[in-house]
Nanobody, 126 residues
Framework: QVQLVESGGGLVQAGDSLRLSCASS????????MGWFRHFPGKAREFVAA????????YYSDSVKGRFTISRDNAKNTVYLQMNSLKPEDTAVYYC???????????????????WGQGTQVTVSS
């Protein structure tokens, strides 16, 4: 059973940057696509970004495209989310997720992901 642990969240000001990390234990993630989602209070979980198992392809939501970058280091079983030019509307709990099946295409749908981390809070003040 894989366990995902996010870290790197915190309180920052608008315009600042943060880098989130998602470390996997229990199983290597090198064959699985990975995604980042975020959850706003009272709303459904929202897709942020995804990266293919090899790292050569990525996919972003329109709301973060050009500001956020997803990457991975399969040797370290870790996925990252570099967040630049943060805005107050980026305030949310951020979750990383492991795709339901190895390989496959990138997806923004939460049901395509089977394992989730516990989340890390990102708060952006204006």
């Amino acid at each position: 059973q894989v366990q995902l642990v996010e870290s790197g969240g915190g309180l920052v000001q608008a315009g600042d940057s943060l880098r989130l990390s998602c470390a996997s234990s229990g199983r290597a993630i090198s064959n699985w696509n990975m995604g980042w989602f975020r959850h706003f209070p009272g709303k459904a979980r929202e897709f942020v970004a995804a990266i293919i198992w090899s790292g050569v392809s990525t996919y972003y939501s329109d709301s973060v495209k050009g500001r956020f970058t997803i990457s991975r280091d399969n040797a370290k079983n870790t996925v990252y989310l570099q967040m630049n030019s943060l805005k107050p509307e980026d305030t949310a709990v951020y979750y990383c997720a492991l795709a339901r099946a190895p390989y496959g295409g990138l997806s923004a749908e939460s049901y395509e992901y089977a394992q989730w981390g516990q989340g890390t809070q990102v708060t952006v003040s204006s």
